[in-house]
């Protein structure tokens, strides 16, 4: 192994009674690399999160964090992982500069850490997610979305090596989530690690390296985030002649139609290309204003791994 | 990570308030006493208070003698009981433990933060009844209990044991609450199982038919500080108050430390 792990699991299985939240996960997050946890609700991923910072004990399995083992080494290891678990908390009578200063005071420094450098780390974190000019008013009149930025903020403070994301963009308009798309694509090209835990495939997409699904807790599949979106061969055509188009793509071999959506035309490719089914219809006279090839979604994406024998990587 | 939770507490507006209650029962007494002239006859009503109009340096004493039965417990019990659960409610607790902040450690800043603000809250309704007790009603030296005078460094002495004794039966009240904050999420809910536990006690306390517990519950022995202002000081009772304390302190401090430091923090 030439890369180094910054997470790795073994096993990870947490049962809460008679209820297996997460079974048997192995998983793996190379240092520098900016890893997708994907899942539906539900599916183990906050338990998982929990478990790799300490919180949550796990029933068997084995855990290690930038090389240390967890829960064990959580006093060496955690003061240089920043996390944002299920949504920011601070003390709303406090500012959001006094909240992430008391932050920072608790528990160990690390090495990113130290006192005297303290106020300017604060001052940093708060310009790094662009909250620089309300850090004096109390968190109390703070607006979702600037709660979810003072969380990160916090997650920012000592210049973490790695830092665990719980959903980092929930409540953010999509000015702010690309925003922090592109600190953590910044975080990530200075060597920092991130573990993205999302339910969107979309952002995992957009800014992962690798990912792995999880599903009723336990591994679907994990790999390069190429090699999880197998397309779906899904196509959308949008036209004024919806009947023509549907009388014409029936014809047309290596086809099946689908149930027309919101007045477009839904066919499933099996053999033929999107450009042959264009150039038939636009030949048949059919006015097409729009062909879009149809993304997978995560629930097409576990159809088809379960489908297609992937989800032996779930051993 | 001492220092952090004392600034938590101060900068509470929450812990003022409370501590200004507490202060304020008994001023508000001390006013209608002093307005009034009528105190309770010698022997009835609460201790000491019949002997405050004649002599303020006993308004201390009988100032905590009022809150200790109802107020006091009631501020120690929601201020202990949040300790752990407020964090849990607020969400703030899970990015405590990930800073990280050891468990145990944190229970036991938390237990004396709590220690802290039990003090504060005695001392400074004990400031505040001193100074009402001798602007309204003179100092003069402590008569005792028992008919003889207590001297001034005596008397000083016998109050700083007192507020001692009903500090540490505070904080058995606190080691509950404390207790029931690392059960449940919700600080109501921790404030309220530690105040039903008191409330239990103190019936228990009053019913012949539970003769054979009496001695062995929490509150039995609380107003027995009372006996250090006899002549000469009675110290049977105060020291059987002082052991049961212990062994409640013990006891929950034990649990609450045996239950968080192996809970899954879900909130």
New interface residues.
């Given amino acids: 192994m030439s890369v180094a792990a910054a997470i790795r699991t073994e096993g990870l299985t947490k049962r809460f009674g008679q209820v297996v939240a997460v079974e048997g996960l192995d998983l793996e997050v190379r240092e520098g690399e900016l890893f997708g946890f994907l899942g539906p609700n539900g599916s183990g991923k906050t338990t998982t999160v929990r478990m790799l910072l300490g919180l949550v004990f796990a029933t068997s399995g084995r855990i290690e964090l930038l090389g240390q083992p967890m829960p064990a080494g959580a006093r060496a290891v955690l003061p240089e992982v920043g996390s944002l678990i299920e949504g920011p908390a601070f003390y709303p009578h406090l500012s959001g500069r006094a909240n992430l200063t008391l932050f920072d005071e608790a528990g160990p420094p690390g090495p990113g850490g130290g006192r005297t450098t303290r106020r300017r780390r604060v001052s940093d974190a708060l310009e790094q997610v662009g909250l620089a000019t309300v850090g004096r008013r109390q968190v109390r009149a703070y607006s979702t979305g600037m709660r979810q930025r003072l969380g990160l903020a916090a997650a920012l403070l000592r210049a973490p090596r790695l830092l665990v994301l719980d959903e980092p963009t929930n409540g953010l308009d999509p000015q702010g989530m690309r925003e922090v798309r592109d600190l953590l694509a910044k975080l990530v090209a200075g060597g920092t690690t991130v573990f993205l835990s999302s339910h969107l495939l979309a952002e995992v997409e957009l800014i992962c390296t690798r990912a792995a699904i999880v599903h009723q807790g336990r591994l679907v599949a994990q790999d390069r985030v190429e090699a999880l979106l197998v397309p779906t061969g899904r196509v959308e055509v949008a036209t004024p002649d919806l009947d023509r188009a549907t009388e014409l793509a029936a014809r047309l071999p290596g086809i099946d139609l689908g149930e027309p959506r919101a007045g477009r035309l839904v066919v499933q490719l099996d053999g033929t290309s999107p450009e042959a089914l264009n150039q038939h219809l636009v030949e048949g006279g059919v006015r097409v204003r729009e062909l879009v090839m149809v993304r997978p979604s995560l629930e097409d994406v576990f159809l088809a791994l379960t489908r297609g024998g992937a989800s032996d990587a779930a051993g | 990570?001492l220092?952090?939770e004392l600034?938590?507490l101060v900068?509470?507006?929450r812990t003022w308030v409370s501590i200004a209650l507490l202060a304020g029962l008994p001023t508000l007494v001390a006013v209608f006493l002093k307005v009034t002239g009528i105190g309770p006859r010698p022997g009835e009503g609460p201790a000491f208070l019949a002997e405050v109009l004649n002599n303020g340096a006993l308004f201390p004493a009988a100032a905590l003698a009022l809150v200790l039965p109802l107020f006091l417990p009631v501020a120690v019990s929601v201020s202990a009981g949040d300790t752990v659960a407020g964090e849990a409610s607020?969400?703030?607790l899970?990015?405590?433990?990930?800073?990280?902040?050891?468990r145990t450690r944190l229970l036991v800043v938390k237990l004396l933060v709590t220690i802290v603000f039990v003090f504060l809250a005695v001392l400074i309704v004990a400031a505040v009844a001193f100074v009402v007790g001798a602007t309204m009603f003179g100092v003069k030296p402590l008569p005792s209990v028992s008919g003889q005078t207590i001297a001034g460094p005596e008397a000083s002495w016998r109050t700083t044991v007192t507020v001692l004794y009903v500090a540490w039966s505070m904080l058995g009240v606190a080691s509950i609450a404390l207790f029931a904050s690392t059960l449940t999420d919700s600080p109501l809910a921790a404030a309220l199982s530690a105040l039903a536990a008191l409330v239990t006690s103190q019936v228990l306390d009053l019913l012949d038919a539970a003769a054979a517990v009496k001695p062995y519950l929490p509150t039995h022995y609380w107003l027995s500080f009372i006996d250090l202002f006899r002549t000469p000081i009675l110290w049977h009772n105060v020291s059987r108050g002082f052991a049961i304390q212990g062994v409640y302190i013990v006891v929950f401090l034990g649990a609450a430390w045996a239950n968080f430091a192996?809970k899954?923090?879900?909130s």
């Fill in positions: 990570m220092l952090v600034r938590k900068r509470r507006p607020m969400g703030t899970r990015y405590l433990l990930t800073r990280p902040v050891g192996t899954d923090i879900k």
